[in-house]
């Protein structure tokens, strides 16, 4: 720069220079927790392959203390499917932090299938933030009872605003508010840097 150069003719260049510099140095959230293997099977599930006659209850998944195999169905009902009582179906998780500062959160979901004719209406609620997707309509229901392979992969994710996290107990409560079912294949939830799971 010239020792004469008129400051306004320098300020634009210095202020993208210090825009990209901040931009590089931003960490990109990072895995918190998860839920299933994303890996095209779903036998790390409650039910599976084919038990979906015999659901009770919601997914409830305590980070820390629960296990998939035994407190997350590996499909999710819709208020159209008769044999889960014809209703809305809300799966939660919760999770502790230590730590919540601020950033984006988001959630991967990968499923293994949907209902062919009417996929679900889903809404992912992080506390107080809500977002609702209407699903892809899947293959059949040979994946349900127990062919997941048969079965219309989606994957996407759902971005939850900064400060939707918050230091102490967090829940996400995952339902469907419309159609049928769905079926998971793996969930995982990235948090800002410096978030910090509380273990106790």
């Known amino acids: 720069m010239k020792i ?3 400051l306004v003719e320098v300020l634009p260049g210095l202020l993208l220079a210090s825009v990209v510099a901040i931009h590089a140095g931003a960490e990109a959230p990072k895995p918190l927790w998860q839920i299933g293997r994303p890996d095209g099977d779903n036998r790390e599930f409650a039910l599976a392959p084919s038990g979906h006659a015999q659901f009770r209850e919601d997914g409830l998944f305590v980070v820390g203390e629960s296990d998939a195999a035994r407190d997350w169905p590996y499909f999710q009902p819709g208020p159209l499917d008769a044999w889960a009582g014809g209703r809305s179906h809300t799966f939660t998780v919760v999770f502790g932090l230590k730590e919540a500062p601020p950033g984006e ?9 949907t209902h062919a004719a009417q996929p679900p209406e889903v809404e992912f609620r992080l506390n107080e933030a809500a977002v609702t997707r209407k699903l892809a309509a899947g293959a059949g229901d040979a994946s349900i009872h127990g062919q997941p392979a048969k079965g219309k992969a989606q994957a996407f994710e759902i971005t939850f605003p900064s400060g939707a996290l918050k230091a102490g107990d967090n829940q996400l409560h995952i339902t469907t508010r419309s159609g049928s079912w769905m079926l998971y294949d793996a969930l995982v939830f990235e948090a800002p840097a410096g978030a910090a799971k509380r273990t106790s």
């Open 105 to 113: 959160a988001r959630l991967k979901v990968n499923l293994l299938d």
């Open 4 to 6: 004469n150069q008129p």
